[in-house]
Structure formats: structure tokens, C-alpha cells
């Protein structure tokens, strides 16, 4: 069965300071999607990345950047120089049966942040 | 851009009535989902759609039903709304995956959200 472990569970940090969102999963497929959301107080979740399980390289979006390590089963995520608008829940997500027509995603429970001035 | 609508953002109902929730998406996706969210359980799939008038069901179908009549509007239904489905409800929409080279496939698009109060 899939699976997507957010070990921690509440994280504060001081405005400026870089912090990292753990994201560990379990799949038995060879070909697999793993995602990043952002839900802030407002409820929305926000898509921030998705990334396939053929592709281990890093990838970096301005103040964000992700590091993907398939020999550790690792998808994390981190924010450089923290901003009080980084306060949010972080899920981290799993696709299950990729590529079929009846495709869904497990979503880890979710980390929330609070970025503090 | 993706757009998801919710048609409330809050919802007061009492226990046993019958509860409508809806969901409309623009971009024209196959697949629409319906989660719940609740304080230490993260998302739970209640339901999906991958097609007009198909569905299956998720981690938590029961106490639900869903209608899919037309490809850009997903309805979840509690037949008998309950206190223990008070909760935050989340509609997602996304495109058919193709292939490992879509890069749309696959992603979910969430809307606003409902946040639905049972008394």
C-alpha cells in the first residue's frame, strides 16, 4: 500500500531563518508522482510541484527548493530566508496507479508552519 | 489558469437534513475529487469521478453519494447530514494522464473549500 509519512507535525521558525519539510513515502511502483501543496489559512490548497519518479533532480523556484532521493524514499522540501507569508499547512502527496484513468493521489498529513516576525 | 469553485465557503445544517455541496471546474478535466478534511487526519478521499456519470469510491464513501451529470460539476451529497461530518470539504479536479511526459497529468487542482457545520 502507498504511503506518505510528515514526521513533524508543527514547525516554528524566526522570519529569515531556512527551514526543511521532511516527506517520506512507500510505493511498490516503479513509476510514481510526488507532490507538494501549500494550504494557507485561507483553505485553499495550492499546487507548488510535482515531480516524477524518473526525474531525481533537484529543483529550486526562487526562495523554494526540493530534494528528491530515491535511495531514501525522500521528497524534501525547503524554504530559504523564511517569510511570516510561509506560514501555511505543507502536505506532501503520492500518486497511486499513475497514468490510469481511475488515478488518485495519498496525501501525507501535513506539516504546519508558522513563520514568526 | 485552473479554476475550482465551491459554491459555499460555509454551511450551517442541521442533523438529518440533506446536504448539497457542489463543485464546478473550468478547465475541462476528466477527474474530480471530493476529499474531507479534519485536525490530525490530513485529507481522506470520499469520492471521485473519472468520467460523467462514473464514480468510485475513496477511503471514506460512507454516508455519501455523489453525482457527476455534466464533466465540469461534481456534487457531493450527505443524505443525512450527521455531527461527525462536520468538517472542511474539499473538491480537486485533473486532467486524464496521458503518459509520464504529461506534465499536467496527474496534478489535482483544489477549490476554496467548504467549511460545513452540522448541529
Known amino acids: 500500500a502507498q504511503k506518505v509519512t510528515q514526521a513533524q507535525t508543527e514547525i516554528s521558525v524566526v522570519e529569515k531563518e531556512d527551514v526543511t519539510l521532511d516527506c517520506v513515502y512507500e510505493?511498490?511502483?516503479?513509476?510514481?508522482?510526488l507532490f507538494w501543496y501549500k494550504q494557507p489559512p485561507s483553505g485553499e490548497l495550492v499546487f507548488l510541484i510535482r515531480?516524477?519518479?524518473?526525474?531525481?533532480q533537484n529543483e529550486i523556484s526562487g526562495r523554494y527548493s526540493w530534494n528528491f532521493q530515491k535511495s531514501t524514499s525522500s521528497f524534501n522540501f525547503t524554504i530559504t530566508a523564511s517569510q511570516v507569508v510561509d506560514s501555511a499547512v505543507y502536505f506532501c502527496?503520492?500518486?497511486?496507479?499513475?497514468?490510469?484513468?481511475?488515478?488518485?493521489?495519498?496525501f501525507g498529513k501535513g506539516i504546519t508552519l508558522s513563520v514568526r516576525p | 489558469d485552473v479554476k475550482v469553485t465551491q459554491s459555499s465557503r460555509y454551511l450551517v445544517k442541521r442533523t438529518g437534513e440533506k446536504v448539497f455541496l457542489e463543485c464546478v471546474q473550468d478547465?475541462?478535466?476528466?477527474?474530480m475529487f471530493w476529499y474531507r478534511q479534519d485536525p490530525g487526519l490530513g485529507l481522506r478521499l470520499i469520492y471521485f469521478?473519472?468520467?460523467?456519470?462514473?464514480?468510485e469510491k475513496g477511503d471514506i464513501p460512507e454516508g455519501y453519494s455523489v453525482s457527476r451529470e455534466k464533466k465540469e460539476r461534481f456534487s457531493l451529497i450527505l443524505e443525512s447530514a450527521s455531527t461527525n461530518q462536520t468538517s472542511m470539504y474539499l473538491c480537486?479536479?485533473?486532467?486524464?494522464?496521458?503518459?509520464?511526459?504529461?506534465?499536467?497529468?496527474?496534478?489535482?487542482?483544489f477549490g476554496p473549500g467548504t467549511r460545513l457545520l452540522v448541529l
Open positions: 480537486a479536479s485533473s486532467l486524464w494522464p496521458v503518459n509520464l511526459n504529461n506534465r499536467a497529468g496527474e496534478t489535482q487542482y
Open positions: 510505493t511498490r511502483d516503479t513509476t510514481y508522482y
Open positions: 515531480r516524477n519518479s524518473f526525474d531525481e
Open positions: 502527496a503520492l500518486s497511486e496507479a499513475p497514468n490510469q484513468a481511475n488515478s488518485k493521489l495519498t
Open positions: 478547465m475541462d478535466h476528466e477527474n
Open positions: 469521478s473519472y468520467d460523467v456519470k462514473m464514480k
